[in-house]
């Protein structure tokens, strides 16, 4: 038999750490090659980790909740031979209120192993969630019953953060406020400051515009352009694309080809400044700021855009988009953008200045 260490695998640049929100399997449990054990979260997408190879789960080194750091082992599988594997087969699932939050630890040299006591969960009917999740429920005081009527956005229908937030925010608008007597509140009982929390995302966003602003000197230019001959033909094609390509053609992936011959025509504006050196990116990702359903923010990248025609963009754009409004990024598709665009046509604004999506253009 031969240990194999299961390690926080890195999900890209800038992502050091990850919460373990779910395991997927037992201490005890025989697994598959490229089998999913566990799902993880880092700040903005969630995601699963497989097993490298078949074998029993021996031991579980961190607990759901925690936050392993890239690299480090959060579990141990025991791969065995196909004669054990047939002398042994895998256990059933136990139910979640008795298994994953566990770590199985070796207390001394004997058969026998001291389990931690997992944490209980109300009955097999309440929604799995995260350690997160629950301290928002408790606080604002949510009960099972609207637990257990929420649509989770995360993996498997799983109720994330933003989810909870959501509910929350739509929640305080239709619960009435006390009306306020004339002897504790007077006439004016309305509060002069509305408090409002941020959420994790919002956050990091306002941390990383703030270090873009101390980061780089922010230079505006705006420069008028005639699209009415791109909007014309869009008109006159979208139809026939949608029947040839499956999707509709949007005007963002005109505005990332556009971009892209610019960067060919101006290489560099595709590049950063790291101290006195001027780092010039031979890739073209570009970034594509897209609002999500609760307010916040991200930004997919579509990789090599310079490789896509229009009707490869369209595509890759559209799935970036969809992907991003059920939460089902991948950490590597917000990862590695060379220069971002903004689009704030929708707002019907005149004008716009964007704060650089830092290190990028």
Known sequence: MMLIDIVLP?????????????WLVS??????????IAEIATDKVDSEIPSPAAGRVKEFLFKEGEVPKVGQTIAIIEEETDKQSQ??????????????????????????RSVEKPIPVADKKQPVVSPLVRTIVKQEGISDDELRQLKGTGLHGRITRDDILAYVG?????IDKPKATVEDRGADASPAVEVVYMDRMRKLIAEHMVMSKQTSAHVTSFIEADVT???????????SFQQREG?????????VEAAVKAIRQFPMINSSVDGDKILVKRNINIGIATAL???????????????????????????????????????DEIQGGTFTITNLGMFETLTGTPIINQPQV
């Open 87 to 112: 002398v042994q087969p895998p256990s059933a699932k136990t139910p979640h209120k008795e298994d994953s939050h566990a770590t199985a630890i070796k207390k001394e040299e004997t058969d026998t």
């Open 27 to 36: 201490v005890g449990d025989m697994v598959t090659e490229d089998q999913s």
């Open 293 to 331: 359903p609760n307010g916040n923010l991200i930004v997919p990248v579509v990789k090599d855009a310079d490789k896509l025609n229009l009707a490869g963009l369209s595509a890759k754009v559209n799935q970036l988009a969809q992907r991003a409004r059920e939460n089902k990024l991948q950490p």
């Open 229 to 239: 001959n791109l909007v014309a033909w869009r008109n006159a094609n979208k139809d």
């Open 10 to 22: 890195a999900m890209g640049e800038g992502i050091v750490d990850a919460t373990i929100t779910k």
């Open 170 to 174: 739509k929640r305080s608008k239709i």
């Open 247 to 255: 999707h509709k053609l949007t005007l963002t992936p005109m505005f």
